[in-house]
C-alpha cells in the first residue's frame, strides 16, 4: 500500500509560479510512475502530467506543455510539478497518483493522494 501526499499549493497571481510535491510512503516508490492530475470546479478531473518510474520519459497535457514540468527524485521518494506561467484557468485541487506502468498512469492509477489546492488569481 503506497501513500501519497502533496503539499506546495496556494494562492498566487496570474503569470506567478508554484512548485507541488508528492511524497510517498509505504511501497517501492521508485517502481512506480507517477502522474499529476486537476480538478477545477464542478469539472471532471483531467491528466497534467506523467512521468517513468527513472524520470526518463515525461509527458505532458496540452494545456500546460511548455509551462509546467514533472521531475521526481527516488532518493527523496518525491514527484514535483513546477508551474510556470500560471493562468487563472490553471485552478483546481491537484492530485498526484502512482501507477506500475506509465501507460497505466491515465488508464488506472493505483494510489492516488488526497489534493492539494492551487488558486490562480487574475
Known amino acids: 500500500q503506497v501513500q501519497l501526499v502533496e503539499s506546495g499549493g496556494g494562492l498566487v497571481q496570474a503569470g506567478g509560479s508554484l512548485r507541488l510535491s508528492c511524497a510517498a510512503s509505504?511501497?517501492?516508490?521508485?517502481?512506480?510512475?507517477m502522474g499529476w492530475f486537476r480538478q477545477a470546479p464542478e469539472k471532471e478531473r483531467e491528466f497534467v502530467a506523467r512521468?517513468?518510474?527513472?524520470?526518463?520519459?515525461?509527458s505532458y497535457a496540452d494545456s500546460v506543455k511548455g509551462r509546467f514540468t514533472i521531475s521526481r527524485d527516488n532518493a527523496k521518494n518525491t514527484v514535483y510539478l513546477q508551474m510556470n506561467s500560471l493562468k487563472p484557468e490553471d485552478t483546481a485541487v491537484y492530485y498526484c497518483?502512482?501507477?506500475?506502468?506509465?501507460?497505466?498512469?491515465?488508464?488506472?492509477?493505483?494510489?492516488w493522494g488526497q489534493g492539494t489546492q492551487v488558486t490562480v488569481s487574475s
Open positions: 497518483a502512482a501507477a506500475r506502468a506509465l501507460v497505466l498512469v491515465t488508464i488506472r492509477a493505483d494510489y
Open positions: 509505504g511501497g517501492t516508490f521508485s517502481t512506480y510512475a
Open positions: 512521468i517513468a518510474w527513472n524520470g526518463g520519459s515525461a
